[in-house]
C-alpha cells in the first residue's frame, strides 16, 4: 500500500513538494483558502489581475527555474524599483546607485561619510550597525531608517540581524546596472492568471483539500487536527507558523503583518515606463506602491496599483531578531521524524518564491532518498 504524505498548507512550498511527492505517495494537501497559492494567487480588480504584493520570479537556481517554468511558462522582464524620500521630494533608484547622489541636496555629507565607510568593514552585529558601517548616517536615514522599521514592526533596527545575504543584494551601492534582480533569470508567467496554472497543475492527482483549516498538530500521536478531522500519515510536510501548530508552547513568533488596497485610477500608466514599484521610505503609513500591469502585462486603459501597509494583526514577515530565531529554534526541536517543516513560515525565514520551491525540491528528495533506503 503506498504510503501517506499530508501537506499542510498550498503555498509555493506546499504545492511544489506535492508536486514532486504525489506519483510515490498518497498525497493529501490542506489549505485554509478557498483556492491555493497563498498570496501569489491572481485575483481581479475591475477586471485587472493582481496578487497580494508583487511576486516576482528571480532565481540563479537552475533546478528550481526548470520546476517552474515546467509547469507554467515565464515571460521575462528585468524589475526596476524607486526609493521616494519625501525630505528630498525625489525619487531615486533603490537598490541606491552611485549617480543618484550627485542630485541629493546633501551629496557633500555623503560622500564624505561614504569615503569613511570605505575605509572599514560594515559590522555584522545588527541591522543598524551594518547599515550605518556600509553606507553612513544620512543614506542611513534616508533609505534604510525609517523604512525598515515600519517594514518590520521595530522600535530600533537593532532588532533585527544583519547576517542576511539578501542585505542589500551584495553591495550597498550600485553603479551601472538599476535591475532590482541583476544577472539572474526573472520575469512573471505569461498566462493572463499568473500563477494559479502552477497551483492547479502542481495539486492534480492530489486529494487537495480546499478551505480546511488546520488548528493543531498533536506530536505524540501523529496526528493533525484540522476543521474537517483529524488526520493522520507517514510523512507531513508543514508551511505553517509552528507557534500554532505546536499550541504556543514556547509562545507567539513575531511577524510583520500587512494589509493590501488595490486601486483603479483613470490613466494607462502611473508609474515611469519600466518602474514596477516605489518603496516609500519616510513616515507615510505605507512601504509600497506597485504597478500591477508593469508586471503582469495586462492591456487597459486604466492602471491597477497595490498599496502595501503594514500592520501588527497579519502575518506575512517572520522578524528576524535573535529573540525570534530562538524561538523557533525551540519549536524546531519539538518537530517529530518524518515531519519536514518548510517554506516561509516552515522555517521562519524572510524567504522568496524560489527559496519556497528550493525547500521544497530539497525536501522531495529527502523523503524519496529515505524511502529508496527503507525499501
Ligand atoms: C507582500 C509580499 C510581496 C512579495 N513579493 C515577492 C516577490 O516579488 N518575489 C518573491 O520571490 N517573493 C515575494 N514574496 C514572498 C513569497 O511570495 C513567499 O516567500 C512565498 O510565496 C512563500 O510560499 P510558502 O508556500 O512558503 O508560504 P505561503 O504562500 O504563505 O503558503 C502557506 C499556505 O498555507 C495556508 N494556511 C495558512 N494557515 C493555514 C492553516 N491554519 N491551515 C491550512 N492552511 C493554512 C495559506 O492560506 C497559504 O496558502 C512576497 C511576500 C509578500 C508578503
Redesign the pocket.
Known sequence: MAKRLLV???????STVAHLLKDRFETTV????AE?????RTAWYGGHPYT???????SRDEAVIATLTALTPIRRFDTISWTYVAADGAFYNYPLQGADIPRMPDAAAIEAELAACRARRPRAEDFEAYWLDAIGPTLYRKFVDRYSRKMWGVESNRALAANWEWVNRGTPIREGDVRLYQDQFQGYPEAPDGYNGFFAKALAGTRFLPS???TRFDSARREVHTSAGVLAADVIVN??PVD?LFGFTYGRLRYSG?SFIPLVLPVAQALPEGIAWVHYSGDEPYTRVTEFKKITGHASPHTLIGI?LPNETSR??PVQSAVERARFAQYQAMFPADFHSI????SFQY??????IRDALDVAEAVLGRARAAA
Not at 491555493?36 to 501569489?40: E, K
Not at 497580494?52 to 528571480?58: I, T, W
Not at 517554506?343 to 516552515?346: D, E, F, L, P, S
Open positions: 499542510l498548507g498550498a503555498g509555493f512550498a506546499g490542506l489549505e485554509a483558502a491555493p497559492g497563498g498570496g501569489c497580494f504584493g508583487p511576486r516576482v520570479f528571480f480546511t483549516r488546520v508551511t505553517l500554532a500587512r502595501e506575512y514577515y517554506g516561509r513560515h516552515g524567504k522568496g518564491i524560489p527559496d519556497a
